[in-house]
């Protein structure tokens, strides 16, 4: 599996990696359907490859298959279209299934899935740092 790192559109990196899953899912908007298998995930959102060509409205319904549970993982997003995929953010999502889509990235992907803090140091530092050498 793969890790894939993407820019914000204010020009900062990602403080929430998403990771490429080999799930099967299902997204449904406004009487518009798309199944695939493979999508990239992160808590906060998921990105559908670039081949879902679908006309999805701006609001939709992810379904995600995780072996670990029966029941599919459910999450209201809203869709942005884009030249890679289409970038869906989650708008609703029910505490247990948040809970499995946490599980399951630090279960396949470690201490990877968690955010990155900000590594910009002040001002204060490294005026300290320059001034030892």
Known sequence: MRTTSTQFDGG????????????DWFVESDGCSAMGRGLELTVRGAMLPAT?????TEHVVLHVSFPARERLFKAKCSAVGGGRG??????????????????TLIGEFGLLALPQPARSRSRSTRAHVTSMR
């Open 86 to 103: 289409w970038r869906l953010t989650f708008e609703e999502v029910s505490p247990d299934d948040l809970q499995l889509l946490g599980h």
């Open 52 to 56: 879902c060509r679908s006309p999805f």
């Open 12 to 23: 900062g990196r990602r403080r929430w990696p998403r990771f490429f899953l080999d799930l």
